[in-house]
């Protein structure tokens, strides 16, 4: 992949310290698009020092970075990819593979956590999320995590409307919803550099599970009663 093939979105809320090793992570050929959703500790400035694209966007929400993101992107491929050190974008050539071979159309990379990486009350969310997940569409999911690689095009074609927490599973339920080939990919998760907004205090947790409920009710309602089933009729 040489020249910017891929565009990697890396929605940004002050994670000056996390940034630096996080830019330094990216293959050849990937682009860094970091968008500042309204940093106060000069991450957009620095992004910007290490070559990366800056795009602001003043509305706050991880779903109004990601999609900023996205529509700010110009290479074919598209990746999404935390800011915050927990996850690795040398990675991301090993999620892209089976998007390249025509194999999938959605990557997401299930994350494997490292001691500590982790807070006890978001794994729990993240099971029964997990579980709610497969029994609504029948896709094998374990991990609704943020590390996804994909088309640009596909990708603007879903519609996204989610502008907070509910982004990432608004994206995997329209795309499950039109037959897309998901899979998953494990990828390491490591301990974040400074401070969660989210899933570090249970009242982030609490703000993602409302965020995510809805979209949950809207899939629901879109899909009919019970559980949608795949085409050998097994849930």
């Not at 490292?114 to 609504?136: C, K, Q, S, T, Y």
């Not at 899979?183 to 409302?210: C, D, F, H, N, Q």
Request: glycine fraction near 10%; charged fraction near 25%.
């Amino acid at each position: 992949m040489s020249e910017a093939m891929v565009d990697v979105v890396l929605p940004c809320l002050n994670e000056r310290g996390a940034l630096p090793w996080v830019l330094s992570r990216l293959p050849e050929g990937y682009r860094a698009i970091v968008v500042d959703n309204g940093s106060t500790d000069g991450s957009a400035e620095l992004a910007a020092t290490l070559g990366a694209v800056v795009v602001r966007e003043e509305r706050r929400g991880f779903g109004a970075a990601a999609h900023a993101g996205l529509l700010a992107a110009t290479a074919e491929f598209v990746a999404f990819c935390d800011c915050d050190g927990s996850l690795d974008p040398a990675q991301l050539p090993e999620l892209f593979a089976p998007v390249l071979d025509g194999s999938a159309d959605l990557v997401l990379g299930s994350r494997q956590p490292e001691p500590g990486a982790w807070p006890f009350h978001a794994r729990i969310a993240n099971v029964v999320l997990a579980w709610r997940l497969r029994r609504l569409t029948g896709e094998r999911v374990t991990d609704l995590g943020p590390m996804r690689a994909g088309r640009r095009l596909e990708l603007l074609s879903l519609g996204l409307e989610d502008r907070r927490s509910g982004y990432p599973l608004e994206m995997f339920l329209k795309a499950s919803l039109r037959g897309w080939r998901l899979i998953e990919i494990p990828v390491p998760y490591a301990p974040r550099t400074g401070k969660s907004k989210v899933t570090g205090t249970l009242r982030g947790t609490l703000t993602a599970v409302r965020d995510m409920s809805a979209q949950l009710k809207a899939a629901a309602a879109s899909t009919g009663s019970g559980p949608v089933r795949d085409s050998a009729g097994n849930e």
